[in-house]
Structure formats: C-alpha cells, structure tokens
C-alpha cells in the first residue's frame, strides 16, 4: 500500500548548531545544562558490570547452572540451610524469581526444603548432598575462572581501594531506591 506524501518520513538537514555540537548552552552531551561529573564513570560502569556478567554467566553456563541457581548454590555451600526470605537477601536472585530456581533445583535434586521448627508456615532450604558436591565442585572452579580477569586489571591495593566506594554507591542507590526526589548533595 502506498503512502500518500504527507505521511512519509522526512529527514532534514541538519542545523548549524547541531553541525556545531548543538547549541551554545548544551553541554558535549547535549544536555540543556552542564555535565554532571558521574557522567564520566556511568557508562564504564554499566559496560564492566556488563563485561562481567558475561564472562561470569558464561561460565556457570558451562557448569550446567543458571546465574540464579548458582548463586543459591553458593549461598546455601555455607550454611546447614536458609529460610527463603535469608536466601533472598543473600543472594542477587530477586524474590519474583527464587520461587522458580529453587523449584527447579529441587528438581535437579539439589536442594530439599523442610518445615522451619521455628515457623511452621516458613521453609529451610537445604542442599542435598548432591547439592553439596556440586557446591565443592562449582564455586571453587567459578571464583579461579573470573580470579585472572580482576588480577588482569587491579592491583590487590587498587580493589582494596574501590571496595568501600563501590559499598558507599550501592547503599546510596538502596537508600533511594523508593524516592521520587533527587537525593541531597553530599556536603
């Protein structure tokens, strides 16, 4: 069916500010004001956490887990068991999502849940011993996998230093999550 004229795209020209980077009071951006300064580390930031979960996700692939039946696993190779509001807040599963990965790994036969004597409506999910010999199997083998990959780009001293930033930013993020409003400068 033809278009009639009108309802074609049009492309323009462009314009003598947007040939010159737009107009004077944008910033390189193009943002009507001047560039935050997060500006610069945001985009680093979201590409290595990307660049992470893409080396990492492949290799628990190769393992036969998913990231979210990995992180279970690991999370539950530490402790006689967890009730599912501890695995929630101990992993990076999201609780939408736990349901489903700990349905699946008690398919798979590695995790059991049993009534929680403190709490008859709660469960504990523990690993089987199936479970566990995975658990020995998988996390040590996982942590040598990505352990070249950081030594490759920081110094011991360099990740000591951008631990606690690293905390100070994600606590931020946690703190406001719920917030409409832009959070207080720091002083």
Do not use: W
């Not at 080396?55 to 696993?73: E, H, K, P, Y």
């Not at 199997?137 to 070249?148: A, D, S, T």
């Not at 011991?156 to 994600?170: A, K, S, T």
Request: with cysteine; net charge positive; charged share 25%.
């Amino acid at each position: 069916m033809a278009r009639s004229p009108s309802s074609r795209s049009r492309v323009s020209e462009p314009s003598e500010d947007s040939k010159r980077g737009g107009c004077p009071s944008q910033s390189p951006s193009g943002l009507p004001f001047p560039d935050p300064h997060f500006l610069k580390i945001l985009r680093p930031l979201v590409e290595a956490y990307q660049a992470f979960l893409q080396v990492s996700d492949r290799n628990i692939a190769s393992m036969g887990l998913t990231r979210g039946q990995f992180d279970v696993i690991v999370t539950l190779g530490r402790t006689e068991g967890l009730r599912c509001t501890d695995i929630a807040q101990e992993t990076l599963v999201t609780k939408g999502t736990l349901t489903g990965v700990l349905t699946r790994l008690e398919k798979k036969k590695l995790v059991t849940r049993t009534l929680n004597p403190q709490d008859k409506r709660g469960q504990i999910i523990r690993l089987t011993p199936a479970g566990d010999a995975l658990y020995e199997k998988v996390f040590p083998r996982h942590i040598r996998h990505l352990e070249g990959y950081f030594e490759r780009s920081l110094a011991p001293e360099e990740m000591d230093m951008i631990r606690p930033l690293l905390l100070r930013m994600r606590d931020t993020f946690r703190a406001g999550a719920g917030d409409q409003e832009r959070p207080p400068a720091p002083s």
